[in-house]
């Protein structure tokens, strides 16, 4: 068994733990508990820190448990929130918690042979059968509102003004009662979970010591943030989710390739499962070439194979060299549209309806004539650069102007042209 918190560690990826937590973890097996708040069908990027962390516990010799808050999601947690959410329907939280389960299965084992095979719970399962008066006189009598006025989550929400409605307040007390139920019926000893939630996390060992009689621990992950200041795990186009059909492999392959050096320092230890000695290579490899960007293109590999797949990772390594030149016309053809219009987002685009498109006689008739000037001025111009091997259609080197257009419609309606080394277009027949 590998000693988990030292890899946490090393990682960078410990900010705090109750006391004698080592200890029990030394003495051999144990199964701890870290939950995600099912707000979408998707995780996203930020939810990474959360299942790396689940990653490396079960790779330590211990069994994890993915909790997915089908109950806690129609409250919403107040932590450190400047206002309350939207509550969700039970229906798009079903639809939900399926979604995640699929996602979380791509990194912990679940597998029936295993001996410490990762287990999925929804509290749901055990919240929905409590009435109101059964849950304030059971659990809700042994923490009190002093207790939970104290916390910094709470207090904040208070000092700021916004207030907190009941259902939020109440959060962490069912959060604290998840732990209890796990602890009691899976022998779970232990939550884990990002800094903000080290409150609701530690109201539940307190219940635990309250109403079983026992003992149980807490570890957080810190909040990831990046060095400019921003929030991770967001763009310009907002969050960068897992599912590929909300962010594209190419896009997501892309986010990771474009992160500061600063930042892929700490990503490269947290994001991925390298070991110490391959990390601290890169890391010396980075600083001698800082300008070959190695620890960007290994996250972004790393990642991109972990969450989508190496075909995928493969994809987006073809397209991400389109716009350099170092590609073919078979891998543009290989692109899906999206990814398409991703790689070349911003490019100028050209309208064609298609009788005007299969009515040019030349590719000299097309770029010059049919495409207006949007493209080239002039025909003389679009015939002189033709002949001096500065233009191509579909990375297909045009040589003879008069020559017929011949290039496959990509999506059966793109023409990507390129005039010089890096002026693109796309001509859409319509």
Not at 11 to 34: F, S
Not at 158 to 182: A, K, M, P, R, V
């Amino acid at each position: 068994m590998n000693n988990f918190i030292e890899e946490l560690r090393w990682r960078g990826m410990l900010q705090d733990m109750t006391p004698e937590i080592e200890e029990h973890l030394n003495k051999g097996m144990a199964a701890a508990y870290l939950g995600f708040d099912p707000t979408a069908d998707s995780l996203h990027i930020g939810h990474l820190v959360g299942v790396m962390t689940l990653l490396h516990f079960q790779r330590a010799g211990h069994k994890p448990f993915a909790l997915v808050g089908g109950a806690t999601g129609m409250i919403g947690d107040p932590s450190f929130k400047s206002a309350e959410r939207n509550l969700l329907d039970k229906v798009t939280l079903d639809h939900n918690v399926a979604c995640i389960k699929n996602q979380l299965g791509k990194f912990l084992n679940f597998n029936q042979g295993a001996k410490n095979k990762a287990e999925l719970v929804n509290n749901y399962d055990w919240m929905s059968n409590f009435t109101f008066l059964d849950f304030i006189r059971d659990v809700g009598k042994h923490i009190t509102v002093n207790y939970m006025m104290a916390k910094d989550s709470v207090k904040r929400r208070l000092e700021d003004g916004n207030g907190l409605s009941f259902t939020e307040f109440t959060y962490q007390l069912i959060q604290g009662y998840d732990f209890y139920h796990l602890w009691k019926n899976e022998n779970v000893s232990i939550q884990l979970g990002g800094s903000d939630q080290w409150g609701n996390i530690v109201t539940g060992t307190e219940m635990i010591r309250r109403m079983g009689g026992g003992s149980a621990y807490a570890l957080t992950v810190p909040l990831i943030t990046k060095a400019d200041g921003t929030k991770f795990g967001k763009t310009e186009g907002g969050s960068v989710w897992l599912d590929p059909e909300k962010t594209s492999p190419y896009a997501f392959y892309q986010f990771w390739l474009n992160v500061s050096d600063e930042d892929a320092a700490k990503y490269i230890r947290i994001f991925t499962t390298l070991d110490q000695v391959t990390i601290e290579t890169l890391e010396k490899e980075h600083q001698e070439a800082p300008h070959l960007r190695a620890l960007q293109k290994e996250i972004a590999k790393q990642v991109t194979i972990m969450v989508h797949s190496e075909a995928d990772y493969e994809m987006a390594l073809k397209a991400s060299a389109i716009l350099f030149g170092k590609s073919s016309t078979e891998d543009l053809e290989l692109l899906d549209e999206r990814t398409f219009l991703q790689v070349f987002d911003g490019v100028p685009q050209v309208q064609i309806k298609k009788p005007e498109y299969e009515s040019a006689s030349s590719v000299l008739e097309l770029l010059a004539d049919k495409s207006g000037t949007a493209i080239f001025p002039s025909k003389g111009e679009a015939r002189k650069m033709i002949q001096g091997g500065g233009v191509s259609i579909n990375k297909e080197k045009l040589a003879d102007p008069n020559a017929a257009v011949e290039a496959k419609l990509l999506q059966d309606k793109y023409l990507l042209v390129q005039k010089g080394k890096k002026n693109y277009y796309i001509i859409e027949v319509k």
